[in-house]
């Protein structure tokens, strides 16, 4: 999914992306193993994430993740 199909929600001016737990997203600049792809583990103020290649998780501000964003793919339901 592009991010020009995303949904976008704009609060208090503020305009992110509406991402779920277990989303998987791709973003901008690698990680230093080598992965772009990333699955959310957490929504709250910061997003957590959790690299594909090796496990290691990360807190992103909003505002930094949707700077980093490139591509958003939502979770299969069920």
Known sequence: MSLSSVRWRQSKGV???DVQVGDT???RKPHPC???VWEVMRIGADIGLKCH???RRVMLTRREFNKRLKKLTPRKPG
């Open 34 to 36: 080598g992965g772009y």
């Open 15 to 17: 305009i992110s992306v």
């Open 53 to 55: 290649g090796c496990g």
């Open 25 to 27: 997203v791709t973003l």
